[in-house]
């Protein structure tokens, strides 16, 4: 029984997902909070030579900009979240230098 428990131990320890170092949870949570800033797009036009001209158009808007939620606040929490910690950086969003 004990060999059971200690296996089960074991392989709960090994599923654990290792956490994102610091400089990962930045740059993911960045992206979170870029999408926060406001609605997102990509047009692409073209021809090929087998069907032509084309054109494709996408558009995306996250639940935190339709919250309205402050993009810098998105990204402490995400960090907070991922790491247990506070950002070790400022975010580095769109439209600032």
Same mark, same amino acid.
């Given at each position: 029984?004990?060999? +059971?428990?200690?296996? #089960? $131990?074991?392989?709960?320890?090994? $599923?654990?997902?290792?956490?994102?170092?610091?400089?990962?949870? =930045?740059?993911? $949570?960045?992206?979170?909070?870029? =999408?926060?800033?406001?609605?997102? &797009?990509?047009?692409?036009?073209?021809?090929? #030579?087998?069907?032509?001209?084309?054109?494709?158009?996408? +558009?995306?808007?996250?639940?935190?900009?339709?919250? &309205?939620?402050?993009?810098?606040?998105?990204?402490?929490? $995400?960090?907070?979240?991922?790491?247990?910690?506070?950002?070790?950086?400022?975010?580095?969003?769109?439209?600032?230098?």
């Amino acid at each position: 029984m004990r060999a +059971i428990v200690l296996l #089960s $131990c074991l392989l709960a320890a090994a $599923c654990t997902p290792t956490p994102p170092t610091p400089e990962e949870a =930045a740059e993911r $949570c960045e992206a979170r909070a870029r =999408a926060a800033q406001g609605p997102t &797009g990509n047009v692409t036009v073209g021809v090929n #030579s087998d069907d032509g001209p084309f054109t494709n158009a996408t +558009i995306g808007v996250t639940g935190d900009f339709l919250a &309205g939620r402050d993009p810098v606040e998105v990204y402490r929490q $995400c960090v907070y979240n991922l790491t247990g910690g506070e950002p070790y950086r400022p975010p580095r969003l769109r439209g600032q230098r």
